[in-house]
């Protein structure tokens, strides 16, 4: 135990007197909580539709008066008066406005008699997430519109009413879960299993093999500190990150019990699964090659950013065998849901046997040799 224990007393101090590799690895986690996190999944707001009013009656001052509340409430759009349709549509065309209101002749006329009034909207569907939102927001304005002055006693229509179990989650509290396990990973691969190889590489390796250390206590030595330095990058990102997205929750003694849990199981199944990769490898080049290979393979199949209901077969396969599934999905349970031990259970158990599995199967390979 005392000569695996120095194994683990040499890395963390490597590690602490590299506050240059510490702060890198934790400022890529936190810089995509904020720059995705801000450029997705917003509310699309001030956008500009371009109101060409070929009737200026009664009804198209209504129309007008309906944009107006838009443009000062929710803010999704403002309107700009135009005199004509087709420099309205060219426009349009060449991204000076986001989209285009016709209101055509005669439009009060059909209104009051009830003969098929229509309104133009022209958008630019190249940008399907706008032109989504602008015709949802106008469809919107229209059923308003089209519903009765004097509603009848008794609803005669099917109503559907919606109740959400948690507050608004704007997408940077949905990327959180994603960016405390992205910071494990990276401590894992730039702290763990990259160093080890560079060691290697160096022929500091070589002082291990002339000590009494045996196989299973050199390998249970780096992976015990690998374990922890990712451990303590998933805190410092949890709380670091919780205060950005403006998550307070994890300041909960039980919150904070079951985040540090699932920190460390996610944080020895990701050890021991680059440990089983690394493990016969001497080229330094190979683990920086494999960084971006396996960060696309782990990270976007897990459902950190979309939902794995969407996606093929073959790749809700690859989730299934993902620990970064199962780490986010115990991450949003506890962040976003307050779950609780029962939300947990399952990812806790799988990361904690795919970590033992993971170290049972490196430690016969790995070779105590030059």
């Known amino acids: 135990m005392n000569r695996m224990f120095a194994i683990i007393e040499r890395e963390m101090r490597k590690f602490f007197r590299s506050p240059t590799l510490m702060i890198m690895s934790l400022m890529l986690p936190i810089l995509q909580l904020i720059i995705i996190g801000n450029a997705f999944g917003g509310k699309i707001v001030g956008t500009h539709v371009a109101v060409v009013d070929h009737d200026h009656g009664p009804q198209a001052v209504k129309v007008r008066e309906a944009f107006a509340a838009v443009a000062a409430n929710i803010k999704t759009f403002s309107t700009i008066d135009y005199p004509n349709e087709v420099q309205a549509r060219e426009d349009v065309r060449t991204g000076k ?28 569907n190249s940008d399907l997430f706008t032109s989504s939102t602008l015709e949802g927001e106008m469809q919107s304005l229209v059923d308003a519109m089209n519903s009765p002055q004097v509603q009848d ?22 990327l959180l879960p994603m960016t405390v396990a992205l910071a494990m990973y990276i401590s894992v691969m730039i702290g763990g299993g990259m160093l080890y190889i560079d ?101 976007y ?8 209901a969407s996606f093929p077969k073959w790749m809700q396969a690859m989730s299934i065998v993902d620990p970064f599934t199962y780490a986010i999905h115990g991450f949003k349970a506890i962040l976003l849901k307050d779950g609780g031990w029962i939300a ?3 990812d806790l158990a799988f990361l904690t046997i795919f970590g033992i ?5 490196a430690t016969p390979l790995f070779k105590r040799t030059l």
């Open 97 to 124: 406005i986001d989209a285009a209101v016709i209101i055509p002749e005669q439009y009060s006329r059909r209104v009051y008699a009830q003969n098929a009034p229509q309104l133009g909207l022209v958008v630019d």
């Open 153 to 174: 006693r008794l609803s005669k229509s099917i109503a559907l009413e919606i109740v959400e179990l948690y507050p608004y989650v704007n997408y940077l509290k949905y």
């Open 199 to 299: 060691d290697k590489a160096r022929g500091v390796h070589e002082g291990y093999l002339v000590t009494p250390i045996t196989k299973l206590e050199l390998v249970f030595g780096l992976n015990i500190a690998g374990a922890i330095k990712a451990t303590l990058s998933g805190i410092s990102i949890g709380v670091i990150g919780s205060l950005i997205a403006g998550l307070g929750i994890v300041f909960h003694p039980v919150i904070m019990l079951q985040m540090l849990c699932l920190i460390i199981a996610g944080s020895i199944a990701f050890n021991g699964m680059m440990f089983l990769l690394m493990v016969r490898v001497d080229d330094p080049l190979v683990p920086r090659a494999m960084f971006g290979v396996l960060n696309v393979l782990l990270l």
């Open 301 to 308: 199949p897990s459902g950190a950013m979309y939902p794995t």
């Open 344 to 346: 947990i259970r399952g």
């Open 357 to 361: 599995a993971t170290l049972l199967i």
